[in-house]
């Protein structure tokens, strides 16, 4: 079946370290996403990506790295550098095209400093 | 203005009952918009499109309005398991197709 895939669903960071979250697709869509939801908060956009080797930054992207080295994998990493990095971490896909937005979710994942 | 507007809520409603979300964008040139469904700490997953002749699945219905710049949901004879977040989605202002959320309309149906 296609879909896409979040891992972990659960992430534990400790103070001034980095963490990698996983987003993996095989629905073929050239556009991925990462967002931030804070409770009782909208998504947030941090980064996205519309073809390989190419990504842009989004409304926070500050703390934040992705790399897109293949169409399927659009990984996250939190550096220390973000202050407040506990929040549900939402990876989507979607066809990338003129009025076309239809998003694709992964299951999430939680992040919590401890 | 906000690209996406909406009201957080919560609509708190009985079985049976009625209720009725707008969603405002800023964006007059969007053409396809979409409402998502999120339950508690669960992804967003699709529930409607909404084109320019609106939409009706079921008890749903999906309206836009272009001179208002606003789409609406509509839930007939609401249910328990309708209790989520309800959230719309429009293309951003700028020639970008990057999908941008509003925060979302919380719905409880209770007995």
Same mark, same amino acid.
């Given at each position: *079946?296609?879909?896409?895939? +979040?891992?972990? $669903?659960?992430? @534990? ?17 050239? #556009? ?5 939801? *804070?409770?009782? +908060? ?12 190419? @990504? +842009? $930054?989004? *409304?926070? #992207? ?7 080295? =293949? =169409? ?10 973000? =202050?407040?990095?506990? #929040? @549900?971490?939402?990876? #989507?896909?979607?066809?990338f095209g003129q009025g076309n937005t239809e998003a694709f979710f992964g299951q999430g994942t939680r992040l919590t400093v401890v | 203005r906000k690209e996406v507007e909406q009201d957080p809520g919560p609509f708190n409603v009985p079985e049976g009952a009625t209720v009725a979300f707008n969603c405002t964008y800023s964006n007059s040139a969007s053409q396809s918009f979409f409402w998502y469904r999120q339950d508690c /700490?669960?992804? !967003? ?16 219905? &999906? %309206?836009?309005?272009? &001179?208002? %710049? ?5 839930? /007939? ?6 209790? &989520? ?5 429009? !293309? ?6 990057? !999908? ?10 209770? !007995?």
């Open positions: *079946d296609g879909g896409i895939t +979040q891992s972990p $669903k659960y992430l @534990f960071r400790k103070e001034g370290q980095n963490v990698t979250l996983s987003c993996e697709q095989n629905l073929n869509h050239d #556009a991925m996403y990462w967002y931030r939801q *804070d409770p009782g +908060q909208g998504l947030r956009l941090i980064y996205y990506s519309q073809i390989v080797n190419d @990504f +842009q $930054k989004g *409304d926070i #992207a500050e703390g934040y790295s992705v790399s897109r080295e =293949k =169409k399927e994998s659009f990984p996250l990493t939190v550096t220390s550098a973000q =202050k407040n990095p506990t #929040a @549900f971490y939402l990876c #989507a896909s979607s066809i | /700490r669960k992804e !967003p997953k699709l529930l409607m499109s909404v084109y320019s002749s609106g939409n009706e699945d079921g008890r749903f219905t &999906a %309206q836009l309005n272009r &001179a208002s %710049q606003y789409i609406s949901l509509l839930i /007939r004879d609401s249910k328990l398991s309708d209790s &989520a977040t309800y959230l719309c989605v429009v !293309p951003p202002s700028g020639g970008s197709y990057i !999908p941008t959320f509003g925060r979302g309309t919380s719905l409880i149906v209770h !007995p």
